[in-house]
């Protein structure tokens, strides 16, 4: 079922997740929902908190050279650690829960990580480039960060300033 997607300034994408102690049918209808979720709004990447749930769930179905993101594509990560980084890259970066704006952020640019999947299975993988970077954005969505707080001093004040803006205006 398609979930709503909390938008910034909500206070519960403040919040850290907790690990996913359990395998079972709850996990996988919540993957189910985050999957149609993503899809439905567009997205490549999504956190669990991102639709209320704190848990250490996220998942990231890139689009593929024709346009098309299939579901064989699809990573469900679940309790990631990153153990190991390094490079550096610049992408500019959008985020579900901060509608419409994208800016530059800089992230590794090779990452390891282990997690479990569905089943409770333990994978480790190493991920370069936009898988890279998605899972950065994701992780950091499991710890009560967004995207705009890497944002230089001067551009996250203005970020602020015309985002009040456009809450006002959407009212």
């Known amino acids: 079922m398609i979930q709503e997607v909390l938008v ?4 519960l994408l403040r919040e850290s997740s907790k690990d996913v102690l359990h ?21 490549i990447g999504l956190a669990a908190v991102q639709i ?14 024709e346009g098309c993101q299939k579901i064989e594509n ?6 990631p650690v990153i153990l190991e980084k390094d490079g550096s ?3 500019q970066e959008g985020c579900l829960s901060v509608p419409g704006y994208y800016d530059e952020i800089e992230r590794a640019e090779h990452i390891k990580v282990s ?6 299975n333990r994978c480790e993988e ?6 890279a970077i998605a899972v950065q954005h994701e992780m ?7 995207f705009i707080e890497k944002l230089s001093y001067l551009k996250r004040k203005k970020f602020d300033k015309e985002w009040k803006k456009k809450q006002k205006a959407g009212k």
């Open 8 to 11: 910034y300034p909500n206070k």
């Open 23 to 43: 395998f079972d049918e709850h996990l996988h209808s919540l993957l189910h929902d985050m999957y149609e979720t993503m899809v439905a709004k567009e997205g």
């Open 52 to 65: 209320g749930v704190l848990l250490n769930v996220l998942i990231i179905n890139l689009v593929d050279e």
């Open 74 to 79: 699809l990573y469900e990560i679940i309790n």
């Open 89 to 91: 890259t610049i992408y």
């Open 115 to 120: 997690y479990y999947d569905r089943n409770g």
């Open 126 to 131: 190493e991920f370069t480039d936009l898988m």
């Open 140 to 146: 950091d969505h499991l710890k009560g960060r967004l």
